[in-house]
């Protein structure tokens, strides 16, 4: 499973940005991926997740009331819509896939890097 993550960019406080991770294996309705973050200096954080099949969503608490999750079968694409950006969303972002069964985020794409002028 390959992952491409994309979307990122320079952004004012206040505006919105949509990433994208394309995922190159077709068949994953026993999937669940994820958005993680890291910002300058501090280790990765989790964001929050999507199950493939169901599309069922799930946030950390920091982020639940601006970030939204979706996913397009079609595509095999998944989303992070960010609203309201704040100067500390500044972060490489991370998209991870696993099996539902596995304990581990198995699969990972190389990052996208936002960064939000104050």
């Known amino acids: 499973v390959q992952l491409q993550a994309s979307g990122g960019g320079l952004v004012q406080a206040g505006g919105s940005l949509r990433l994208s991770c394309a995922a190159s294996?077709?068949?994953?309705?026993?999937?669940?991926m994820a958005w993680f973050r890291q910002a300058p200096g501090k280790e990765r954080e989790f964001v929050g997740t999507?199950?493939?099949?169901?599309?069922?969503?799930g946030y950390t608490d920091s982020v639940k009331d601006r970030f939204t999750i979706s996913r397009d079968k079609a595509k095999n694409t998944m989303y992070l819509q960010i609203y309201t950006l704040k100067p500390e969303d500044t972060a490489v972002y991370y998209c991870?896939?696993?099996?539902?069964?596995?304990?581990?985020?198995?699969?990972w794409g190389q990052g996208t890097q936002v960064t939000v002028s104050s």
């Open positions: 991870a896939a696993r099996n539902i069964g596995a304990s581990m985020w198995t699969y």
């Open positions: 294996l077709r068949t994953f309705s026993r999937y669940i």
């Open positions: 999507i199950t493939w099949s169901e599309g069922i969503t």
